[in-house]
């Protein structure tokens, strides 16, 4: 139950804007993490996260969410708490429940853990294994003020977790325990509502620069002292970035990551770093240069506001060195004065083209992604994007009939080629042109979009009821709700139904992107009539088990595990005839 809107809380506009998102009411006492959530990752589809990530049991050995993603070098581990009036600190015995957390993750045998937990468990020790992920931290989440009591819990949290990952032998991850008060969500509200958060003044010492003035927009380009940006870091962290569509994603060691490449630079080639670097561009509020009296380039540059829309990594890298880098080492440097919100967002925009956190964005403006639209538009009844950000109204109120955009993209992958990219690689669809055309191309249309999307809504709606009755249920029904307990289970069940659709349908398909509904409804209505179907291959889900329980990591067992659902679904099809047809009379291949 959400608590009033007492007077305390009016100074706290994310409450809200929270209280206001009643499609994150059904989740109840995590409706707040799952906000937090979407707020810090500008996360599209947080529904689907839910499904995945939320523990779905009593049972949970105080992890409400083991969150996974390894685009972000990321796992995020979670405790809700919600009070229902106004307190000056959250519980402290909730942040010390995440030691628990620690301990039952990373520590005991997968066959120790109860159903609810062991997949996650096991998506996130091969994650950690296999160097997919290099960051794990630890979450309470809670609508109170900030507190040293909380704090001093959760340093204890991650010298836990240290210590269970030292004797797995994983010595390089990162551990971070985090207070997500009410404080730091009206930080992140803020951060998703305006571009500048950083509204310091700064002069430095630059050794000259240009100005180019239009009627839009001013800019001073120069290069600016990187010890400048290890100190800013230092004291604003992601604050710097809050008109980035990325941030600061860390660094690895690895050949591949700039940002170490970036360390090793700074440290060890410091008066040739201009040089190798393509620098930073920020947003300002105001920029004015003075030259030195004593005349030439040098001067002093004095700038108003500061968020860096390009170069996060350039400032993450620099501003987590051990030390600060030497009086020699330079960045360059661009800063923007603009006032027009839609100018800025375009400077934003195509600042950000090497984006990897929302690799969507990359195709917003492609001919397949605008047709989509279009014909999107002309349904009325769903709201497609097309790798469109939504703005900060959606933190307010979400859309009931939003396709995200990435989750289409993962069905489409799942469906007509690969689980495993779609559940593992999904920036690689919008990033790689040949996955791309693969599920984005002249067959794509919004009406197989709608039957993708509708028939993963099934699934999950199938998975919420099992949830409802498990102490009730037995036999194949028990059975589903473990297979749907898995990570990436979704994409391996509607690969089978790409697989398979000539079975059910029993006629040809000479083009699976051709498949759609004869007439297109209201999403509720489609579930409907995905239900019956959905039911049969949950059923049969047995056989789909082995492919899940690392994870979809395996292709050759993902294969197997398809091959063998193919066969047997085919080998019943005489017993579910009545249903298939029912199924097949409403769709159109």
Not at 234 to 254: H, I, P, T
Not at 524 to 545: C, H, K, R
């Amino acid at each position: 139950m959400m608590p009033a809107l007492d007077d305390p809380y009016r100074d706290y506009p994310v409450w809200t804007a929270f209280r206001q998102r009643t499609d994150l009411q059904k989740y109840d006492r995590n409706a707040l993490l799952l906000f937090a959530l979407e707020l810090a990752l500008d996360i599209e589809d947080i529904d689907s996260v839910a499904n995945s990530a939320l523990t779905d049991s009593g049972d949970d050995k105080k992890c409400d969410l083991v969150y996974v993603n390894e685009d972000l070098q990321t796992a995020i581990v979670a405790q809700a708490y919600i009070s229902e009036g106004w307190k000056t600190c959250a519980n402290a015995n909730k942040a010390s429940d995440l030691n628990t957390g620690a301990s039952w993750l990373l520590s005991r045998q997968i066959e120790e853990l109860p159903e609810s937990l062991k997949p996650a468990a096991r998506d996130l020790r091969n994650a950690l294994s296999t160097g997919k992920i290099d960051r794990l931290v630890f979450w309470y989440v809670h609508n109170c003020p900030e507190h040293t009591n909380v704090a001093d819990e959760l340093k204890t949290v991650e010298l836990t977790a240290l210590a269970a990952l030292r004797i797995l032998g994983l010595t390089s991850i990162q551990v971070q325990a985090m207070e997500v008060g009410i404080n730091k969500l009206q930080e992140l509200f803020n951060a998703a509502s305006v571009d500048i958060l950083v509204h310091d003044k700064f002069d430095l010492e630059v050794p000259g620069g240009y100005r180019v003035d239009t009627k839009n927009w001013q800019a001073f380009t120069t290069a600016v002292p990187a010890k400048w940006l290890f100190e800013v870091f230092a004291r604003n962290q992601d604050k710097l970035f809050s008109a980035n569509v990325r941030g600061y994603l860390g660094s690895r060691k690895s050949d591949a990551n700039i940002n170490q490449n970036i360390k090793a630079s700074a440290t060890q080639n410091g008066s040739n770093f201009w040089a190798y670097n393509n620098g930073i561009t920020a947003l300002v509020h105001t920029c004015e240069f003075k030259e030195a009296e004593l005349g030439g380039q040098k001067g002093t540059l004095t700038i108003s506001g500061l968020s860096i829309v390009n170069g996060a990594q350039t400032t993450g890298a620099i501003g987590s060195l051990p030390t600060p880098p030497g009086e020699e080492t330079f960045v360059p440097a661009r800063f923007i004065c603009c006032t027009d919100s839609e100018i800025v967002k375009e400077i934003i925009r195509f600042n950000n083209t090497q984006n990897k956190v929302e690799p969507a964005d990359f195709r917003s403006f492609d001919k397949h992604q605008e047709r989509l639209r279009k014909e999107f538009e002309a349904f009325g009844d769903y709201n497609y994007r097309g790798g469109r950000r939504g703005g900060a109204d959606d933190k307010m109120r979400r859309p009931s009939n939003l396709l995200p955009s990435d989750t289409v993209a993962q069905l489409l992958a799942g469906f007509h080629k690969d689980p495993q990219l779609a559940y593992h690689e999904k920036s690689l669809i919008w990033e790689s042109d040949d996955w791309y055309s693969k599920c984005f191309n002249d067959s794509t249309t919004a009406e197989h979009v709608i039957f993708l999307f509708s028939l993963n809504e099934a699934i999950k709606s199938a998975k919420t009821g099992f949830i409802k009755k498990q102490e009730l249920i037995s036999g194949s029904d028990k059975k589903a709700l473990e297979f749907l307990r898995h990570r990436g289970c979704i994409f391996l069940l509607v690969a089978a139904f790409g697989r398979t659709m000539e079975t059910i349908l029993g006629r040809p398909v000479p083009s699976l992107f051709a498949l759609k509904f004869k007439k297109t409804a209201p999403i509720l209505n489609l579930i409907e009539q995905w239900a019956p179907v959905v039911g049969i291959y949950l059923s049969l889900s047995d056989f789909l088990l082995p492919a899940v329980e690392d994870g979809l990591r395996q292709r050759p067992i993902i294969e197997n595990s398809l091959r063998q659902f193919s066969a047997l679904l085919a080998a019943t099809a005489l017993a579910n005839k009545a249903i298939y047809e029912q199924f097949a009379s409403s769709v159109q291949s």
